[in-house]
């Protein structure tokens, strides 16, 4: 009980940080004298109260968080703070709490499905809001906190350990937690600014601009727009989408250390980056050119401007989309989905597998097939020069069973409430994936506002999984986390 208290006065840390947020779209609310000014100031008050009674109620209990309470915490900010993040959306719109929920989770894991129509004609301040929260996801709400936290006398070293993704969660790249966190998030909003400035001076309003950035920058893909970044149907602003895109995509860790060394080599040196950029731009056009093959396009080179876009965007988790990919052939839509279940590199704002595991695996079945003709060789496993631990390969496959498994039995959970199976099937795929439309009933033409209460829970679930790579949520889930 007594760490659950202390867990509890660390989560009111964290709750009296996000409700800080708020104050972004309170002040556009202000600015152009929306209606919605009055809501986000009561919902700051809220939050942020809640937050400093929780904080306040329960500091004689903080010590030191240990492994367990690191996992136990992230659960709770994770599956909590929605319950913060939807009250915005409830206030304003005609929504219920499901849908709202989803929406808070989809913006807090950096996914990008929605349920919400008519964003053209929402208030800036909610659809500024909506980015913020995808941005805030990106990153991670825990990083932030664990730079701040300190300050008032909280560890938060088995915080960061539990929230960060990525199979090699030891490397650190500052003596310090805390200056690791901020090293990062001054890195994520430094390439914001550089993402709103080129934005704004192409053509977007200040709102739309500010908006994407914090989109593009989360991998998160929320627009402002129904028509998402069709909308401006521009060819420039696209070409900027990309780059940041795929800038996003990459180890953050490995921005930070090219700052510091100021050569190009480090992204050379990293073992993602290459793989990474040279996957997703080629099958952008491979995928462009069999669209004008298939007569999809006349042109070739409005295939492959087509192509190329939407395939960074479903492959980089983000979730734009400048056409309705799902009236595409099949092959191209699946292709694309494939893409974003492993492309982006660990430490990115990006979801899914990570472009690593998928390496090691791969590598992994190199090694069995050639066990198989020399049954005594030693054959390591190798990446970035450096020999992987058996270890590391077994968290690896173990991870991969899960994420498999757990594709597989959500989509019989949504085929056994009455979806077709392509719907169904990428439902869960772009949710536990953190990616955003699927195909069918939940394409980049229409919403998830088409599922029922159940399914809605179970993409949120699923997105939740996804964001935190399945162990650190599972973990709390198992007896054996809860013995003493």
Known sequence: MLALFSLLHVLGGVVFLFGLTLGLPMMVAWINDEPTLRLFVKDLLITCGAGLFLWGGFRPFRRELRIKDGFLLVALVWTGLPLFGMLPLLSHLDIGVTDAYFEAVSGLTATGATVLAGLDGLPAS??????????????????????????????????????????????????????????????????????????????MSWTDALMHAFTTMGLAGFSSHDASFGHFDSQTLEIIAITFMLISGINFATHFNFVRARTFGIYTHDGEAGVFVLTVLTSGILIGVYLWAAGQYQEIGTALRYAMFNTVSVATTTGYATTDFGLWPAFAGFWMLLLGTFSTSSGSTGGGIKIIRARLLVQQLYRELKRLLHPSAQIPVRYAGASVS?????????????????????????????????????????????????????????????????????CSFAMLLGRLEMFTFLVVLTPAFWRK
Do not use: H
């Not at 805030?136 to 993704?165: H, N, Y």
């Not at 953190?434 to 829970?457: E, H, K, M, R, Y």
């Open 126 to 203: 909610i659809n500024i809001w909506r980015g913020e929260l995808q941005w805030f996801g990106g990153m991670g709400v825990i990083v932030l906190a664990v730079a701040i936290l300190p300050m008032l006398g909280i560890g938060g070293r088995q915080l960061f350990k539990a929230e960060t993704p990525g199979p090699m969660k030891e490397t650190r790249l500052t003596p310090r937690i805390a200056q690791t966190a901020k090293g990062l998030w001054l890195i994520y909003a430094g390439l914001t600014a550089a993402c709103f400035a080129a934005y704004w001076a192409f053509g």
């Open 390 to 458: 058996n270890q590391i390969i077994f968290a690896v496959l173990a991870f991969f069973f899960v994420f498999v498994l757990t594709a597989v039995v959500m989509t019989l959970a949504m085929m056994a409430t009455g979806l077709d199976p392509v719907t169904a099937m990428t439902a869960v795929v772009a949710t536990l994936s953190n990616i955003g439309p699927g195909l069918g009933q939940v394409g980049p033409a229409t919403t998830f506002a088409v599922l029922n209460d159940f399914q809605t829970w179970l």
